[in-house]
């Protein structure tokens, strides 16, 4: 065999390889990718953390706040179980809705955690964060009657959308898998409608 013919050789083995190699690295790579999950009837999205399951939950506007369109509504729950009472040790839960009045958040939120309190709930922290580029004002609470701890964020866009986050866990298993769900809270993205 010539030379030639076997420089081509090697070079065409070479490059067979090196797109195998790539192609491979390619696909190892997109499956390392989280699945975001978009809800385009209320226009918002998120990636919810593995091993999580999606649940059905039903839950009512909060504090009386009235609803134009009809709410949606999607909650999951994380693989452990209480062994007492075989639900989920922590769950996250979204409730996007638009209101039938302009509410501004900076108004409302006092109000919001006082009826938190009213209801016996004791309200550990509150404060305010950036969620996609928009004012979020949220807030911790106990709930000592089912043994667990809320974390709550609060969202009202500019048409008037309130978005709101939760975060409720074991009280003894809040802290293991809030790192979970501060990560779903950082992928939402939410529409300007």
Request: hydrophobic content about 45%; some cysteine.
């Amino acid at each position: 065999m010539n030379s030639t013919f076997m420089k081509m050789l090697v070079r065409s083995i070479a490059r067979f390889s090196l797109a195998v190699a790539l192609l491979a690295w390619g696909m190892s790579a997109a499956s390392c990718v989280p699945i975001r999950n978009l809800y385009r009837a209320m226009s918002f999205s998120f990636v919810y953390p593995e091993g999580w399951k999606k649940v059905h939950r039903e839950m009512s506007p909060p504090f009386g706040m009235k609803a134009k369109s009809k709410p949606y509504f999607i909650a999951f729950d994380c693989p452990e179980a209480d062994p007492d009472s075989g639900e989920a040790v922590a769950s996250l839960s979204f409730y996007v809705v638009k209101l039938t009045q302009q509410i501004w958040l900076e108004d409302e939120f006092p109000s919001i955690a006082e009826t938190f309190t009213m209801s016996g709930y004791e309200v550990l922290d509150r404060g305010e964060i950036m969620i996609d580029e928009q004012i979020s004002k949220w807030l911790v609470y106990r709930d000592t009657e089912h043994n667990r701890i809320n974390l709550e964020f609060y969202v009202i866009n500019d048409n008037n959308i309130l978005f709101r986050i939760q975060y409720s866990a074991k009280q003894d298993k809040f802290a293991l898998y809030r790192p979970a769900f501060e990560t779903a809270r950082n992928t939402m993205k939410l529409s300007k409608w």
